[in-house]
């Protein structure tokens, strides 16, 4: 998609790490020099027993869709 002399590219991401970690990650992504964008994003705890459920960091799961723009060559 072209955007006033942006092309628009568009990724799927997926992630896995304890929350602090993801959250670092977005925070970098979205105040990058670069224009990235986060859109559609999903958090998911994948504790599958009782331990993981009560641990204070336990490893997440993190969807989104990473939007850039980059300049139209002339």
Not at 31 to 39: A, G, K, Q, R, S
Not at 41 to 61: C, H, K, Y
């Amino acid at each position: 998609a072209s955007e006033e002399g942006f092309v628009r590219i568009a990724l799927r991401v997926r992630l896995r790490g304890v929350l602090p970690s993801l959250l670092r990650s977005i925070y970098d992504i979205e105040t990058n020099n670069v224009h990235m964008f986060l859109d559609n994003l999903s958090l998911r705890n994948n504790a599958t027993n009782l331990r993981q459920r009560q641990a204070l960091i336990r490893p997440m799961e993190a969807e989104f869709d990473l939007i850039a723009y980059m300049p139209e060559e002339s």
